[in-house]
């Protein structure tokens, strides 16, 4: 499987974006596809994720109620919704797949994106 993210940009505080996060190959029903985020000189912190098949969806809380993850099965496609954005969201975000235990931690991911850049001035 192999991930490519885009979407990622220059935004002002308040603003929104949308980052999009493409597979080929297949994903497997019971796989979940997340997505991650660093920011320089911090470590890579959990998301949002949503399972495969039924559409279960997580979420940090530091983005509950602006970020909005979703995906077209048919198109292999996951798209996290990025609104009121804030200095502290820019990050290189990351999107990830596999079979997880724990979908909050990076290490149970198997493949993962190379990163797409949000950058959010105040």
């Known amino acids: 499987v192999q991930l490519v993210e885009s979407g990622g940009g220059l935004v002002q505080a308040g603003g929104s974006l949308t980052l999009s996060c493409a597979a080929s190959?297949?994903?497997?029903?019971?796989?979940?596809v997340a997505w991650f985020r660093q920011a320089p000189g911090k470590e890579r912190e959990f998301v949002s994720a949503?399972?495969?098949?039924?559409?279960?969806?997580y979420y940090t809380d530091s983005v509950l109620g602006r970020f909005v993850i979703s995906r077209d099965n048919a198109k292999n496609m996951v798209y996290l919704q990025m609104n009121v954005l804030k200095p502290e969201d820019a990050a290189v975000y990351y999107c990830?797949?596999?079979?997880?235990?724990?979908?909050?931690?990076?290490?149970?991911?198997?493949?993962w994106g190379q990163g797409t850049q949000v950058t959010v001035s105040s």
């Open positions: 190959g297949q994903i497997l029903s019971s796989w979940i």
């Open positions: 990830a797949t596999g079979l997880v235990l724990s979908h909050r931690d990076p290490d149970h991911y198997d493949y």
């Open positions: 949503i399972t495969w098949t039924r559409g279960t969806t």
